[in-house]
Structures are given as C-alpha cells and as structure tokens.
RNA sequence: AGUCCAAUGGUGUAAUGGUAGCACAACAGAUUUUGGUUCUGUUUGUCUAGGUUCGAAUCCUGGUUGGACUACCA
C-alpha cells in the first residue's frame, strides 16, 4: 500500500478521532434535485464518500430541497442514478423536506426565545436597510415585534393567509454585523408552490441556512463538507446550532473543482442544454456525470481522477490532459482492440488471388493475457485510413508510399506499388503486392518493417456511425473570457462519420461497450445504436506522438 | 472600501521548523506487429519585503496578487 500523506479533512478527521470527539464519523452528499451532476459534484460524491469508508463512519444522500420552484423528480432521479453508477451506496437516503416540520419548530423556538421576527417589508425596502459591504444596516421597523404577535403572524403564514412575499421570517442577528449574511438574515418565506415530494402541503419555506445546519444537525452528520463560497455561512451556521441548542455539526469548505475547456456552473449547463448547443444533459461532451458515462468514461476513471487532484483550499483549475490520462489508463487494461477505418480508401493486393479469403487470429487486448482472441477476415481488397497513405512520403513517415513497405497488423507486409487519383486529384485506389512469407506468427521473410497499420477486408466490412468528439469550447477557461461564455463554443465539437468501415466481431456490441479502435483511440458503443445501426462515441483519442512529429 | 479565504514548476497536489517530492503536461532516448502501452532520462517552482531561529515553503509582521460575500437561490 503506497504511503499517501493527508489532505486537511483527513488531518481534522483524524485529531477529532484521536481526540475522542466523536466515536466515529458521519458525512453527507447534499445536492439541491435543480440540474444534473457534474465532474465537480464527482469529485465531491467521492470525497464524502470516501472519507467515510476510509474512516468506517457513514455517509447520507441527501436531497437539499427547500426551493420548490426549481426542483424536479427528474433531477432526482438522475443524481442517485449517478451516486449509484460511480460506485457509492449511501447509508440513510433523506431529503430536507423530510424535516419540514421539525425546522418549523425551529422557528418557533427561535420566536420564543426572541431570536426570530416576523418582517412586513418589501424586498426592496430590505434590500435598502441591509447596508452594504462598507455601511451597517439598519433596524426594522417590524423588528421589536412581541413574540406573542410574532408567534401568531407565523402561523398566519403558514396557514397561507398572506400571498408570496408579503411577510417573512427573520433571525434576530445584528444589522451592523460586518459578515452581510448575520443582518437579520431571512429564514422562512412565503411561496405557494407545488413542491415534489411534499405537494401543495406547505406555503412556506425555510431558506438554505436555515435547513441545512439544521438537517445535519438531525442527521448527526459530523462533518459537514461544503465548498468554499459558503465559508461566509458557517458564523451563521454556528449560530442557530447555538440558539437551538442541537447537535454540533461542524462546517468544512474546500475548493470547488475545475476543469479547462469546459464550464461547470449549473445554470451554464442549463443554459448550454435549453439553447441546444448540446444534445441535452448527457450529451457526451458535457461534463456531467451523466455525459461522461455516455462518453465511455468509467466509474473508476472518475474515482482515479477525484483521487489524483485531491482536495484544497485554494482556486484551481486542473488541466483536462489529467482526466484524459485516467480513462487512458483504465480503458487500456480492459478494452479490447478492434479494427475500425474511419475515413477509407482502398488498397488492392494485386498479386492475392481474387475471390480468396483467409482468417487471422487477433489477440483481443496485449494488456491482457486472458483476453483471448477472435478471427479477423482477409481478402484482396481492403480498407485502410486515408491518413497511411502519402504520394510523396515526407521525413519520418513510416506508413505507404510508393516504395514502401508496412505490416497489416495480424497479416502480411506488404509494399506499395502504385496508385490511382480521380480528376479532383483525389488518391481513389492503392496498389500494393504482399509477401506470401511475412504472415504474421510465422514471418519468414526476414524483413523489419518500421509501419504497422489497421485494416478492414472490403467484402467483409460491417459500417458503423462514429462520432467524434472534441473539447467543447475553445478556450481554457470560457467562464473566464470577456462577454457570452457561449461564444467560445468549438464549432468542432462534434464531427460525425456517417459510414465507418468496422470488422465483423464488432457487430456483436451492446450499448455501452467500450473498445480500443486499433491507432484511432477509446469508443464506446451509443445508446443511439439499433440492431442494423452502431452508433460509437470517440471517448478519448490515443496518444499521437506522430501527430506532434508531422506538425514540426 | 469592510470582512473572510488563499498564494509551491505550464496544471494539480505533497513536504506540518531540518535533502522542495509525486502525478499530468512538455522534451529526449530505449522497447514495440498500435507512432498505443511499457521503461529510462531531462527541463521548469516556494508571490514579495522584513523579522524569529543554528536552520523557514512552513512561525510572526507589512505589502502584493487572486477569489468569495451586499438573492424572499443553494
């Protein structure tokens, strides 16, 4: 087991441990059901998660939903689908709203302890007594309410007396307090909504920082890990735990992740699915949970990666080459490899007799020794990737050309003779002639070819549709850039091949099978694909360090 | 401007008063029936000025830079 040092909840965790403040730990995963999860909320699934498997504690869903108006069974649904999926079960699964009468009880308390007011003014005329950043707030008029008449206007707003924004409930903090969120902030508000789990059955609210502390607080959580904008609520936090006198639960924040070359707030999500500039939240180039899983991504990709760029407190944003280095290195130990040409053209043997075809042994995975092998069909003609082929070979290509020789992996070499191009100039056809001698596993030629290159027998050929995906927008940090972050869209995103050239066996594949195309990269069969139709996503492309070399 | 948070190679993250390390990326080479994988090597870093100390990335003070906060969102 490799010695890895402590992130700093780890360190916490450990002294709180040692120390005998807690028997054993208790964390959660709280979303708001309003959108769906991204790598970020990953990141933040596995360190709930992980921490408490680390440390034998417990770890709760729970759904954070206060806000009626944004939040939906769909989104739901899709989050605990994508706990589940990236490997993680939850130990109680709750949703605030499960506690709605409870944190009405708060208030009451609050109230009759002189720690809440009911408040009549707009929310303009609050807006203009909060003060701002250099200037303390002032009192309102409504704040030397009794409680007796608190107590009753509450239950008048419970009972649905008033309509939406005529009255809410406010903590009695300090109006001069120089943290902006301890003047009076509001903790229950009137919306007559239709909420998706409780109905019609409440017309009040409690806002986020009067649920959340509280909800911990019930659920015994001990930890309470959230990210660094709520660093300013954790006073606030503290203090109706205090005023309540309930469970300790105690606030962390660290670091929201990031990542280049997308975007990850919530409602950029929303925004790039509403205007269709994706194919809606599992769009495989969204970096949602949801779109990476349809990407090919692997739960344990996902995992590595969360692990690999840890946790901090400071603003960050990883590089996508690292995510990219995660499914790699998965998807190279149990992918198997399978031969797919994506832009074709054709190569003929002229000295292989016509109509004859043969059969190769393929080994499924080199990195797999139990990975077996399947039959691969040859015959006189075959396809091979446009890019293998130059007129005129340029320094360090080791592929065809006139002249030159190149293995056809699991076959012959063979050397090319000749060619033929259209009038546009367009290479239609390759002629080469294969040494009888040079078949792979019993190669006698005595030949060293520096190329070896993917094929797919022209008779034999099934056709797929292939999608190419790239990096969704063409800045680093689009969020970052001047005016609509929309505008950074890469036009290329999404390439699609209509009619890719695939080997036989790979007809057999399911929605959701991840192979290596031989030198082309991961792909993942679609979701899109029916029995006459494979649909594949690209994942990601293999390492191209020819690539590199042709650009110099 | 007030409060709070944070500053370590291109990126992410360690070193918890005692040799600045790891991963990704980049570069060079070896191996290779994938220009993949694997292996070897190289380049690049403690924001700044003081202070404490035998010794500071680490502790203290000032500065600088970046971020967060002024929703009846979470």
Same mark, same amino acid.
């Given at each position: ?345 054709? +190569?003929?043997?002229?000295?292989? %007799? ?5 059969? &190769?042994?393929?080994?499924? @995975? =080199?990195?797999?020794? #139990? ?100 990096? +969704?927008?063409?800045?680093?940090? %689009? ?5 609509? &972050?929309?505008?950074?869209? @890469? =036009?290329?995103?999404? #390439? ?57």
């Amino acid at each position: 087991m490799e010695e890895r040092s402590l992130n700093f909840l780890e360190e916490i965790i450990e002294k709180d441990l040692a120390e005998g403040k807690y028997k054993s730990i208790y964390t959660r995963f709280p979303p708001e059901p309003n959108g769906y999860l991204h790598i970020g909320h990953a990141a933040s699934i596995c360190l709930n998660f992980g921490l408490a498997i680390k440390y034998q504690g417990k770890c709760n869903l729970r759904f954070d939903d206060t806000n009626p108006v944004t939040e939906e069974t769909e989104y739901v649904e899709s989050i605990m689908n994508d706990v589940k999926w990236l490997g993680f079960n939850w130990d109680e699964l709750r949703y605030t709203s499960d506690y709605f009468e409870q944190l009405y009880a708060y208030a009451v308390q609050l109230i009759r302890q002189g720690d809440a007011y009911v408040d009549d003014s707009t929310a303009e005329q609050m807006a203009a007594t909060k003060g701002d950043i250099n200037k303390p707030g002032t009192d309102s008029a409504w704040r030397s309410r009794s409680i007796d008449e608190n107590l009753a206007l509450f239950e008048e707003m419970r009972a649905g007396k008033y309509p939406d924004g005529a009255k809410v409930l406010r903590a009695k903090v300090d109006m001069a307090h120089p943290n902006l969120l301890m003047r009076d902030p509001i903790i229950y508000r009137i919306k007559h909504a239709h909420h998706h789990r409780t109905g019609d059955a409440w017309c009040i609210y409690p806002m986020y920082d009067f649920a959340h502390g509280q909800s911990d607080s019930i659920e015994q959580i001990t930890h309470s890990i959230c990210t660094l904008e709520f660093i300013h609520h954790r006073p606030l936090y503290d203090w109706f735990i205090q005023k309540l006198g309930i469970f300790p639960s105690h606030q962390y924040e660290f670091a929201r992740r990031n990542l280049t070359y997308t975007v990850m707030s919530k409602r950029k999500l929303l925004q790039l699915v509403n205007e269709k500039h994706v194919a809606g939240w599992d769009d495989p180039r969204m970096p949602t949970i949801s779109g990476l899983r349809r990407r090919g991504y692997t739960p344990e990709s996902i995992r590595n990666f969360a692990d690999t760029i840890g946790i901090a407190k400071r603003d960050n944003i990883t590089d996508v080459s690292l995510l990219e280095f995660c499914i790699r290195e998965n998807l190279n130990k149990v992918a198997n490899r399978v031969m797919a040409v994506l832009d074709p053209v054709k +190569l003929v043997i002229t000295n292989y %007799p016509e109509g004859q075809t043969e059969e &190769f042994d393929a080994e499924n @995975n =080199p990195e797999d020794e #139990q990975g077996g092998s399947r039959k691969v069909p040859f015959s006189r003609e075959i396809w091979i990737e446009r890019e293998d082929f130059q007129e005129q070979a340029t320094k360090k290509f080791f592929r065809l050309a006139p002249g030159l020789m190149v293995r056809l992996k699991y076959a012959y070499i063979v050397r090319c003779d000749d060619f033929k191009k259209d009038e546009q100039g367009v290479v239609t056809e390759i002629y080469c002639s294969y040494l009888p001698e040079s078949k792979s596993g019993n190669d006698t030629s005595g030949l060293k070819v520096k190329g070896t290159i993917h094929w797919v027998s022209v008779p034999h050929a099934q056709t797929a549709e292939v999608r190419l995906y790239d990096r +969704l927008f063409r800045v680093e940090n %689009p969020a970052n850039e001047d005016g609509d &972050f929309k505008d950074y869209i @890469n =036009p290329d995103s999404l #390439q699609v091949v209509a009619n890719a050239y695939i080997e036989p066996a790979l007809t057999q594949a399911q929605p959701g099978d991840r192979f290596q195309f031989l030198r082309k990269g991961y792909f993942c069969a679609d979701k899109d694909s029916t029995p006459g139709h494979l649909v594949f996503n690209r994942t990601v492309g293999l390492k191209d360090s020819w690539a590199k070399e042709a650009k110099k």
